[in-house]
């Protein structure tokens, strides 16, 4: 799959290029257009507790094809490029699409000491191939030093490198809080390492078009 994106940063696309053959994994509510005679396979819903809609399947004709996508709220998109050694933690939501060969897990060992027995808003990504992510506003890369550290509310948290030191801790024990959504924590980050943020919380941003 190769990307190509249009209209940033404020009203990202990316349209996904297909080899002859080749298949790619999206949320199919991201769906804008697609090449004629890309198959589309909207998978049932999984089970479990997360009770969410596995990702639709694309796949290209012989002679190839292309797929675009876009995020339901204003922003940027942008791409990851894995390369089978370094996984990365991306927000719940965030992603727009993704190469076949990307695997997901919500349950990733080192989410535990976080999360606990719950199931908490980030998902791990890791194998080779390209993940497009959407931002909710502008997009911005932190990199973090040795030494360096940044705090920042999960709702403005895109997605982070596997290895950057990651503390959740409440903000306040009078608020609410929830290990599915982020309300009421922050998250911690120390480096080396490289942070993804947003610069608008999307449910604020829905509240306000509301």
Request: proline content about 7%; some cysteine; charged content about 15%.
């Amino acid at each position: 799959m190769q990307v190509r994106t249009r209209h940033t940063p404020a009203y990202g696309v990316a349209r996904l290029l297909l080899a002859p053959g080749e298949a790619i994994q999206a949320d199919y509510d991201a769906l804008l257009s697609a090449s004629y005679g890309v198959a589309i396979d909207v998978r049932p819903r999984g089970g479990g507790r997360s009770k969410r809609v596995q990702p639709t399947l694309f796949t290209a004709p012989p002679e190839g094809g292309w797929v675009d996508v876009a995020p339901s709220l204003p922003g940027e998109v942008y791409t990851l490029e894995l390369e089978g050694i370094t996984g990365w933690c991306v927000t719940r939501g965030s992603t727009l699409a993704a190469s076949s060969t990307i695997q997901f897990d919500a349950n990733w060992a080192p989410f535990r000491p976080m999360f606990g027995a719950e199931q908490g808003f980030l998902d791990h990504v890791s194998g080779q191939g390209s993940v497009v992510l959407s931002s909710c506003g502008a997009l911005d890369v932190v990199n973090l030093e040795p030494g360096a550290a940044i705090t920042v509310t999960p709702a403005c948290v895109v997605a982070y490198t596997e290895g950057t030191q990651t503390r959740l801790r409440a903000i306040s024990q009078s608020l609410p809080q929830s290990m599915r959504t982020g309300e009421g924590l922050l998250l911690d980050f120390a480096g080396p390492g490289q942070v993804l943020t947003q610069t608008r919380k999307p449910q604020a941003m829905i509240a306000a078009l509301s």
